[in-house]
């Protein structure tokens, strides 16, 4: 059983930046992948970003250039950077991993920006 915990949504006006953080109740360092998904009000949860084991990561088309993906092993924990952010980046975001044979989500973070 994995437990995913994630912290700093918040409101923010445009143009503003969070950073959101994913700590994980097992060791990160030998997970495949972490990825951030968000979910806004009547849409399907949609992929965010990820990292890989070996740091290689990848975005959506959406927020490339705006936010950063990136982990901690030692404090097995992601972290998500937002800047520049949109109102359209309104959602509820949450953290994912799978470990064989499930996967597992946090219980979500509510990012609010406001025009």
């Known amino acids: 059983q994995v437990q995913l915990v994630e912290s700093g949504g918040g409101l923010v006006q445009a143009g503003g930046s969070l950073r959101l953080s994913c700590t994980a109740s097992i060791s990160i360092f030998n997970l495949n992948a972490m990825g951030w998904y968000r979910q806004a009000p009547g849409k399907q949860r949609e992929l965010v970003a990820v990292i890989t084991r070996g740091g290689i990561t990848n975005y959506a088309d959406s927020v490339k250039g705006r936010f950063t993906i990136s982990r901690d092993n030692a404090k097995n924990t992601v972290y998500l950077q937002m800047n520049s952010l949109k109102p359209e980046d309104t959602a509820v975001y949450y953290c994912?991993?799978?470990?064989?044979?499930?996967?597992?989500w946090g219980q979500g973070t509510q990012v609010t920006v406001s025009s």
């Open positions: 994912h991993t799978f470990v064989r044979p499930s996967d597992y």
